[in-house]
């Protein structure tokens, strides 16, 4: 029997304040017409940057239990989408989830929450990065920005890359499983702006998509963007159709939140601009490099 609507485990953490994570992945992913099956990862105050002194209560030992129970019931998702981990012991956990209440169809997305700006994140530790890479191994959809992609890769970050430069490391990253990897925030060769690029294995093809430029950088449009994309290919879009619609999804949460006096780390106004998310597609601007 078909089922009456796709589902999705959607294992990320819970930000109190200031936006992103499961906040932000279950309002889009509903908006979009999908359930979210939430698997938390840890419970915060706020998000842990820009803030100081949060509160943080990491849920590995939780998680074992929750996705036993699933198991128990016979769940099946249309697909699993991890996003921020507390620690690095969750990895053995979401490689678990995604042997068991999935079937052949699944589709696995892996946002490798690690860091940006060319830093880790304040929780995260040079394990978790290790560990990481067995989960991108494993899974059908990468989405890192270029700093976790320099992560992954052990590659230095640099301010400005050559097309042949990040041609190559969207292959590496391929090259470690994933048969679609999309890297975000790569700065665009005349420093005007960045842009988001993509490569599919199966068909060889290399995909851009430029991001206007804005001066402003908000917590939280990474999870956005990877919540587009995870809703885009489940609704049935092609690669280079996700890139733009996550593309101009976040320009779009920008626009509305840019030119308020709102300090950054409180994010986005996403609630503003959700609706957006079923309008139908009327302009695309994605490149085939
Ligand atoms: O946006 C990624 C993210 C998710 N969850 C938490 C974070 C961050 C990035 O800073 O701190 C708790």
Redesign the pocket.
Known sequence: MRPLMQRVAAV??L?GFGG??LTAVISILSAMGIQVCSLPT?V?S????GFADFHFRDLTDDMAQIIAHWQRLGLNFSGVYS??LGSAQQIASVLHLFDTCTSSTTLRVVDP?LG?DGQL???MTPDMVTEMRTLVGQADVITPNITEAALLLGQPLTPQMSQDQIKNWVVSLADLGPRQVIITSVPEEDMRGTAVVAFDRETGQFWKVGCSYIPAHY?????IFASVITGALLQGDSLPLSLDRAVQFVSLTIRATFGHNVPEREGVLLERVLPCLNAPVSLSSFELL
């Open positions: 990320h953490d930000s992103g994570s840890a915060l706020t998000h842990t940057g996003g921020f929450v940006d994140y304040a929780t917590p939280g449009t990474g999870d």
